[in-house]
C-alpha cells in the first residue's frame, strides 16, 4: 500500500494541469488504470482494470477528448517533477541528457485522422517495408537509477499526416526542434539524436535554445579545414573554407588513432579506437568537434558535437546512451500501451491502402474542427501514456526494495544493483492496488471516487475482498 501512496503524492502535483477538478480526478483515474491493467486493449481495458460500471466508458472517451487538459501543459508539468522529484540526473559539462527519435506506430484504421503510408527503415526482417500508421517524434530525460539509468519520457508528439494549410512548410526536424523547447525546461542540454537529426535546422535550432547536438552523422559526410589566413590583401570576401576532408578518411591511419577503455553503457573489458578533429561543418558554417570510433565489434561510426569543450570520450559516452531511448519506446508499446488508442472519426471518408497527408484547407470549418478535435485526443493519450511510464520508473528508482516486497513473484533475471523494470513495477502496482482502496476510503479523493462507481460483480481488483 505504501507504494501508491508515494504514487499518489506525485500524482497530485499534475492538478496545474487541468482546468476543473474533476477533470484532475478522471486523470488520476486514467493514469491508475494504465498502470495497472492487465491488457492493451484500448479504453476497455482501463475499466476492466479498475472494476467501473460500463456506464464509465463513455465518461473516459469524453476525457480523452476534452479539451480541460492541454497536452503541451501537461508536458512541462510534467518534466518539471521529473526532474523534482528523480534521486539521480546524470550530467556531462554540467548539462542534463535529452534523447530525441522518432518511432511508427501501425494503425489499421480507415477512420483514422494522421494515418498514412509509413517506410520503416529497420534491420529486423520481421518488420514490413511499408506500413499504414502514425509517425511519432519523441524526447526522453536520461535519469539514474543505482547502477542502470533509465530514458524517462518527457513527452510525444504526431507529427505527420495531417495539413490543415498548403502555406505551412515545417519539416519533422522543425518539429523536433520545437518539442524540445517545449521540454528543456531552460536547462543546459545535450541533445542526442541519430544520423537523421544532423542538419541544420536541428543544430541551430538546439543551439539558439541553449543546448548542444551530439549525433551521428553519415559516412559520405564531409568536412572543411579552417581557411589559412592570406598575408596578401584581396578584392572580396576572404576565404572560409579550407581543405576538404572526408570523414571517413580519418580511419586511414591507425597510428593517429588513440585507445582507450569503452565509455559506452553496460560494455566492459572492451577497447576502441577512436580519432578526434575540430573542423567547419558547412550546413551550420561553424566548427564542430568529430570523433571518428572504431569498435571491435559493432564496427565503425562517425560522431559529431557542437560542443567545443567536451572531451571525445564523453561524445562516445553521450552517444552510446541513446539506445535508452529505443528501451523505453519498447515498454511504452508492450507494458503500458501508451500508442494504443483505437479512436476513430465517425464524420471521416475512409482512407485507402498506402495513401498519404490528409490535406485539410479545403474541407469545411466543421470538418476540421471534428479532426483537431480526434487527434487532440491521440495527442492526450500519448502523454499520459509517457507519464504512466515515468511513474514506474520513478518507483523504481526510488523504491526498489518496495517494488520487489509487492512483486509477489520471480523472475530468473533479478540482478543486484539493477531496478526492477516497469513491467515488475506494474504488477507491484497491481497487487496491492485492493488494500489500498479500501484502506485510504477517507484519506485519499481518488479512492472514495473509484468506489463509488465500481461494479463489485466485475471487479476483479475487489472480488477477492468483497
Same mark, same amino acid.
Given at each position: 500500500?505504501?507504494?501508491?501512496?508515494?504514487?499518489?503524492?506525485?500524482?497530485?502535483?499534475?492538478?496545474?494541469?487541468?482546468?476543473?477538478?474533476r477533470?484532475?480526478?478522471?486523470?488520476?483515474?486514467t493514469?491508475?488504470?494504465?498502470s495497472i491493467?492487465a491488457?492493451?486493449?484500448g479504453?476497455t481495458?482501463i475499466?476492466?482494470?479498475?472494476?467501473?460500471?460500463?456506464?464509465?466508458?463513455?465518461?473516459l472517451l469524453?476525457?480523452?477528448?476534452?479539451?480541460s487538459i492541454?497536452s503541451?501543459?501537461?508536458?512541462?508539468?510534467w518534466?518539471?517533477?521529473?526532474?523534482?522529484?528523480?534521486?539521480?540526473?546524470?550530467?556531462?559539462?554540467?548539462?542534463?541528457?535529452l534523447?530525441?527519435?522518432?518511432?511508427?506506430?501501425p494503425?489499421?484504421?480507415?477512420?483514422m485522422?494522421?494515418?498514412?503510408?509509413?517506410h520503416?527503415?529497420?534491420?529486423?526482417?520481421?518488420?514490413?517495408?511499408? $506500413?499504414? /500508421? #502514425?509517425?511519432?517524434?519523441? &524526447?526522453?530525460?536520461?535519469?539514474? =537509477?543505482? %547502477?542502470? @539509468?533509465?530514458?524517462?519520457?518527457?513527452?510525444?508528439?504526431?507529427?505527420e499526416?495531417?495539413?490543415?494549410?498548403?502555406?505551412?512548410?515545417?519539416?519533422?526536424?522543425?518539429?523536433?526542434v520545437s518539442?524540445?523547447?517545449?521540454?528543456?525546461a531552460?536547462?543546459?542540454?545535450?541533445?542526442?539524436?541519430?544520423?537523421?537529426y544532423?542538419?541544420?535546422?536541428?543544430?541551430?535550432?538546439i543551439i539558439? $535554445?541553449? /543546448? #548542444?547536438?551530439?549525433?551521428? &552523422?553519415?559516412?559520405n559526410?564531409? =568536412?572543411? %579545414?579552417? @581557411?589559412?589566413?592570406?598575408t596578401?590583401?584581396?578584392?572580396?570576401?576572404?576565404?572560409f573554407y579550407?581543405?576538404?576532408?572526408?570523414l571517413?578518411?580519418?580511419?586511414s591511419?591507425?597510428n593517429?588513432?588513440?585507445?582507450?577503455?569503452?565509455?559506452v553503457?553496460?560494455?566492459?573489458?572492451?577497447?576502441?579506437?577512436y580519432?578526434?578533429?575540430?573542423l567547419?561543418?558547412?550546413?551550420?558554417?561553424?566548427?564542430?568537434?568529430?570523433?571518428a570510433?572504431a569498435?571491435?565489434?559493432?564496427?565503425?561510426?562517425?560522431?559529431?558535437?557542437?560542443?567545443?569543450?567536451?572531451?571525445?570520450i564523453?561524445?562516445?559516452?553521450?552517444?552510446?546512451?541513446?539506445?535508452?531511448?529505443e528501451v523505453?519506446?519498447?515498454?511504452?508499446?508492450?507494458?503500458?500501451?501508451?500508442?494504443?488508442y483505437?479512436?476513430?472519426?465517425?464524420?471521416?471518408?475512409?482512407i485507402k491502402?498506402?495513401?498519404?497527408?490528409?490535406?485539410?484547407h479545403?474541407?469545411?470549418?466543421?470538418?476540421?474542427?471534428?479532426?483537431k478535435?480526434?487527434?487532440d485526443?491521440y495527442?492526450?493519450?500519448?502523454?499520459?501514456g509517457l507519464?504512466v511510464q515515468?511513474?514506474?520508473?520513478y518507483l523504481?528508482?526510488?523504491?526498489?526494495?518496495l517494488?520487489?516486497?509487492?512483486?509477489?513473484?520471480?523472475?530468473?533475471t533479478?540482478r543486484?544493483g539493477?531496478?526492477?523494470?516497469?513491467?515488475v513495477?506494474?504488477?507491484?502496482?497491481?497487487?496491492?492496488?485492493?488494500?489500498?482502496?479500501?484502506?485510504?476510503?477517507?484519506?485519499?479523493?481518488?479512492?472514495?471516487?473509484?468506489?463509488k462507481?465500481?461494479d463489485?460483480?466485475r471487479?476483479?481488483c475487489?472480488?477477492?475482498?468483497?
Open positions: 500500500m505504501q507504494i501508491w501512496l508515494e504514487w499518489w503524492y506525485v500524482v497530485c502535483e499534475l492538478r496545474p494541469a487541468c482546468s476543473r477538478t477533470s484532475f480526478i478522471w486523470l488520476v483515474v493514469l491508475a488504470g494504465l491493467r491488457d492493451l486493449l479504453v481495458s475499466i476492466r482494470a479498475l472494476g467501473l460500471h460500463e456506464k464509465y466508458y463513455d465518461r469524453d476525457f480523452f477528448h476534452s479539451s492541454n503541451d501543459k501537461l508536458a512541462i508539468i518534466t518539471s517533477l521529473v526532474l523534482r522529484f528523480f534521486p539521480v540526473i546524470p550530467k556531462i559539462n554540467g548539462r542534463i541528457i534523447l530525441g527519435d522518432g518511432i511508427k506506430i494503425k489499421a484504421g480507415k477512420k485522422p494522421a494515418v498514412k503510408c509509413l520503416q527503415e529497420s534491420e529486423n526482417n520481421a518488420k514490413p517495408e511499408y $506500413i499504414m /500508421g #502514425h509517425s511519432c517524434q519523441a &524526447v526522453s530525460l536520461v535519469v539514474g =537509477a543505482e %547502477e542502470s @539509468a533509465f530514458a524517462v519520457p518527457l513527452s510525444a508528439r504526431i507529427h499526416g495531417l495539413v490543415f494549410s498548403n502555406r505551412c512548410r515545417r519539416k519533422l526536424t522543425d518539429k523536433m518539442l524540445v523547447q517545449l521540454v528543456e531552460g536547462l543546459s542540454f545535450y541533445f542526442v539524436g541519430d544520423a537523421y544532423a542538419c541544420h535546422v536541428v543544430a541551430l535550432g539558439n $535554445i541553449g /543546448g #548542444h547536438l551530439v549525433s551521428r &552523422v553519415r559516412c559526410a564531409v =568536412a572543411y %579545414e579552417p @581557411a589559412p589566413k592570406s596578401t590583401k584581396h578584392r572580396g570576401r576572404p576565404k579550407g581543405k576538404k576532408i572526408r571517413m578518411s580519418l580511419f591511419n591507425p593517429k588513432m588513440s585507445n582507450a577503455d569503452s565509455p553503457y553496460g560494455e566492459k573489458n572492451t577497447v576502441l579506437l580519432r578526434s578533429m575540430d567547419i561543418w558547412k550546413p551550420l558554417g561553424r566548427v564542430v568537434r568529430f570523433v570510433v569498435h571491435p565489434v559493432r564496427g565503425r561510426c562517425l560522431l559529431m558535437s557542437t560542443d567545443l569543450t567536451v572531451s571525445a564523453d561524445i562516445i559516452r553521450l552517444y552510446g546512451i541513446r539506445f535508452k531511448i523505453s519506446f519498447k515498454n511504452a508499446l508492450r507494458v503500458v500501451g501508451a500508442y494504443a483505437h479512436f476513430w472519426l465517425g464524420a471521416m471518408k475512409p491502402r498506402g495513401s498519404g497527408n490528409q490535406y485539410l479545403c474541407q469545411t470549418e466543421k470538418y476540421r474542427q471534428a479532426v478535435r480526434k487527434f485526443a495527442q492526450r493519450h500519448i502523454q499520459i507519464i515515468g511513474m514506474l520508473q523504481s528508482a526510488t523504491y526498489p526494495r517494488v520487489w516486497k509487492n512483486f509477489g513473484s520471480w523472475l530468473r533479478i543486484p539493477i531496478p526492477p523494470s516497469e513491467m513495477t506494474a504488477q507491484a502496482l497491481r497487487n496491492c492496488f485492493p488494500e489500498f482502496l479500501l484502506s485510504n476510503v477517507k484519506s485519499v479523493p481518488l479512492t472514495k471516487f473509484i468506489l462507481r465500481v463489485i460483480g471487479a476483479e475487489l472480488r477477492l475482498t468483497g
